[in-house]
């Protein structure tokens, strides 16, 4: 894989007075840009092509931007950014084509051993897979960021049967970042118009076809509030 849709489009509600005058994206861990982690962990893993999907004040995210050059940005508007994430994703189809590639979000700090492992899985995935989760070991969290997190169930041949935010039982955590195949936008097709990605890859979970990519032990952190913040600069400087 070689190509990747970065999702950047929400407001960012969450975080209070920082978004009011920034777009999420931009908002700083560390003196950089949550955004810029996963784009030079995106680049580090050998990703050539982004596209970046932009919304709320996604002119000054695009600015802000443009003068990354590790690789090629496309950026594409998603002016529905207030509903749901499957929004972003259709606006993005155009440039993808019928290609396999890697989705995050913005907000979703990655380490390039994440991208690296997720994308040697990809690889090495059996024919007639919808897309592969990035999937963490609970043990490695505590209950305050699980409680948090979304959940997936997987089986015993690495299959994925349920993925959400409240199901149970549940095995793994959604580490946020997915290997897409192709038939990805059948679900896309068959999905609500309006909804979140869980709903979206829940398709391919109904038909066997959503698979797990372990990267237990790989660096990766949401971040959606002020303490998810304050914990990200925490992790980064070792504390």
């Known amino acids: 894989m070689k190509r990747a849709v970065v999702l950047a489009a929400g407001m960012g509600q969450r975080l209070g007075d920082r978004t009011i005058s920034h777009p999420k994206p931009l908002v700083q861990i560390g003196?950089?840009?949550?955004?810029?982690?996963t784009l030079a962990s995106l680049a580090a893993a050998g990703i050539e092509d982004v596209v970046v999907v932009s919304g709320y004040r996604g002119d000054e995210l695009q600015a802000a931007l443009a003068s990354e050059?590790?690789?090629?940005?496309?950026?594409?508007?998603?002016p529905d950014f207030a509903r749901g994430a499957s929004y972003s994703l259709r606006a993005a189809r155009q440039f993808v084509g019928e290609e396999p590639f890697l989705l995050t979000m913005s907000d979703h700090m990655l380490s390039s051993d994440l991208v690296q492992r997720l994308t040697t899985a990809a690889s090495q995935a059996p024919r007639g897979m919808t897309a592969l989760v990035a999937t963490d070991d609970p043990d490695n969290w505590d209950e305050a960021y699980i409680a948090e997190a979304t959940r997936?169930?997987?089986?015993?041949?690495?299959r994925i049967r349920h993925i959400g935010k409240l199901i149970d039982p549940w095995t793994a955590l959604d580490a946020g970042a997915f290997a897409c195949f192709p038939n990805t936008w059948s679900c896309v097709e068959v999905a609500p118009e309006d909804c979140d990605l869980s709903t979206i890859f829940r398709v391919a979970a109904s038909s066997g076809s959503l698979g797990s990519a372990d990267i237990s032990g790989a660096f990766w952190y949401d971040v959606d509030t002020e303490e998810d913040l304050q914990a990200a600069e925490r992790l980064l400087r070792g504390s």
């Open 31 to 37: 003196g950089r840009p949550i955004i810029g982690y």
């Open 69 to 78: 050059g590790c690789m090629n940005i496309t950026f594409v508007s998603n």
């Open 152 to 158: 997936v169930e997987i089986d015993a041949e690495q």
